[in-house]
């Protein structure tokens, strides 16, 4: 939730990229009541375990659908150019980020879906050549308008990618 420190949440529209266990939709949920959650999630099982086991709730501004992630932002592009205040990324399966995601033409749909403000936030692993790739197509395709964080005591990394008008923060 590093991007709060970034950006002011209301009733915004958010996209999720890999559901888990549902915390990130929870609290969304809980803590911007106005906001709006769409959430992509390739397998069934895991969105109803997030129902069943972790307490994601039932809720009319909550949308889970069951797709591939790249499929469905390569559908819904078009259509939702400049829709998200935030897109966050987070889907991974054993060997690092799922291989329909690792390419540059996804993360140009992933922008044109980000309103002008918006902010990307990519959880990568810091394990393999993907993690080099990855961040040099994102750092030209923002601009390097970008914070890396590493996650003390793990692989992870997240990223968070400004889209245009995002303001430029400095110490």
């Given at each position: 939730m590093s991007w709060l420190l970034f950006q002011?949440?209301?009733?915004?529209?958010?996209?999720?990229?890999?559901?888990?266990?549902?915390?990130?939709?929870?609290?969304?949920?809980?803590?911007f009541p106005d906001c709006r959650v769409e959430v992509v999630e390739y397998r069934k099982a895991v969105a109803d375990v997030a129902h069943d086991y972790f307490g994601l709730p039932h809720d009319n501004r909550l949308n889970v659908v069951?797709?591939?992630?790249?499929?469905?932002?390569r559908e819904w592009s078009g259509l939702?150019?400049?829709?998200?205040?935030?897109?966050?990324?987070d889907a991974f399966d054993s060997q690092g980020m799922a291989e329909a995601l690792c390419n540059l033409e996804f993360f140009i749909a992933c922008k044109s879906m980000l309103k002008k403000n918006g902010i990307l936030v990519v959880d990568l692993w810091n394990t393999n050549e993907q993690f080099t790739q990855l961040f040099s197509w994102l750092g030209r395709l923002f601009e390097a308008k970008l914070l890396f964080l590493p996650v003390q005591g793990m692989v992870n990394v997240i990223g968070l990618f400004f889209h245009e008008d995002t303001p430029i923060y400095s110490r």
């Open positions: 002011e949440m209301g009733n915004d529209d958010v996209f999720l990229i890999g559901l888990g266990g549902g915390s990130l939709a929870k609290y969304l949920l809980k803590h069951i797709d591939d992630g790249a499929r469905y932002v939702q150019r400049e829709f998200y205040s935030l897109i966050m990324l």
